[in-house]
């Protein structure tokens, strides 16, 4: 296996290939059926296939039931600090498979740091948002770095997976909680789908979530000139 790439080894890359490994730099670990959800192949045998085909040139690496970027693809891109979770990962990626489904709709942003961070577009509203899985214990001691994120970005809506409620919103952010599996998010005693929260700021993406070589920008599909929906 190689251990440096060249500019020929760069030119073997497909657009596809590039696009993975500045996924992978972004979110440290993705599985077959995640890169397949999100556009990768139209298959999960073709998306394997390929991705085993860059594991053997070095460009990646299979940890466990994941893809990590390998010697090659750390070069080219490294990857952001922090151990992966692939639980997390699939937040998003069901996002990013409804979206593919839905006219008007992307999933324009996924970011794993500084925290979480996605922005849903659908039928031309934005809406930026924290994620965050329960991880037990007191809220006070988890939520602190929400309220200094909602500082310093201007993002204020946080989605929380948990079986609890958060039945009074703390100053500052905008708590809205849903139970693992369920689409509707419990805020201030309604039930609201994503697309029907407020728009909220947004922070620039790394790299679009959503692989799609004929996607065009992002106010094409917001207008509905275009859309991941093929007729």
């Not at 060249?6 to 993705?30: F, T």
């Not at 697309?195 to 790299?207: I, R, T």
């Amino acid at each position: 296996m190689k251990t440096t790439f060249s500019i020929a080894d760069l030119g073997g890359l497909m657009p596809r290939d590039r696009w993975a490994i500045d996924m992978l730099a972004e979110h440290r670990a993705l599985t077959t059926e995640q890169f397949t959800a999100l556009g990768y192949d139209s298959t999960s045998a073709g998306a394997g296939r390929r991705l085993r085909a860059l594991a053997r040139c070095g460009w990646l690496v299979r940890v466990g039931s994941g893809w990590r970027l390998g010697l090659l693809g750390v070069q080219r891109r490294r990857p952001v600090p922090g151990e992966p979770d692939l639980t997390v990962d699939q937040f998003f990626v069901d996002l990013a498979a409804l979206a593919r489904t839905q006219a008007r709709t992307d999933l324009r942003a996924w970011r794993s740091v500084p925290a979480p961070y996605g922005e849903y577009l659908h039928n031309g509203k934005r809406i930026g948002f924290w994620y965050q899985r329960d991880p037990g214990g007191p809220p006070s001691r988890w939520l602190r770095r929400y309220y200094s994120l909602a500082d310093n970005t201007g993002v204020r809506l946080l989605l929380v997976t948990t079986d609890n409620h958060f039945e009074h919103q703390p100053g500052g952010l905008t708590i809205a909680t849903s139970r693992p599996g369920e689409l509707a998010w419990h805020l201030r005693g309604e039930r609201l789908a994503l697309h029907e929260h407020p728009e909220a700021e947004q922070l620039d993406p790394p790299v679009h979530p959503i692989y799609d070589p004929q996607r065009q920008y992002d106010e094409a599909i917001a207008d509905g000139v275009y859309s991941y929906v093929r007729a």
